[in-house]
């Protein structure tokens, strides 16, 4: 018995393999620039609603896609480097100077440049 556990090895797992940014982003959620999602500028079709609200001939905020960019990578809303809402197409531009991309509501978003 003694030779048998001698002979066994420890298998120590290395660190996770390094993933890729995705592309497309989904359309809802918090995302780190770097190992989230990488730089570029990404298109979106709009809103992920099956079907929109309007009041008086406006969409609720709740039928719309929108999205936000932040200077650091938290969700703090004092740090939104930019932000759009639409039930229609949009574009999002992650520069070098945003640290997070928040997104809710909208069709993935593409990476075109």
Not at 5 to 15: H, I, K
Request: aromatic residues 10%; proline residues 12%; charged residues 10%.
């Amino acid at each position: 018995m003694a030779g048998l556990v001698a002979g066994l090895t420890a298998v120590v797992p290395g660190p996770p393999a390094h993933a890729q940014p995705m592309d497309p982003i989904p359309g809802e959620g918090f995302f780190v620039v770097g190992p989230d999602v990488g730089l570029g500028l990404y298109r979106t079709d709009g809103t992920a609603s099956a079907f929109g609200v309007w009041i008086n001939d406006v969409p609720t905020q709740g039928s719309m896609c929108v999205w936000f960019t932040y200077s650091t990578p938290g969700p703090d809303k004092d740090h939104v480097v930019a932000t759009n809402m639409s039930i229609g197409p949009m574009y999002a531009n992650i520069n070098p100077t945003v640290k997070a991309f928040e997104t809710h509501n909208c069709q993935p978003w593409v990476r075109v440049t």
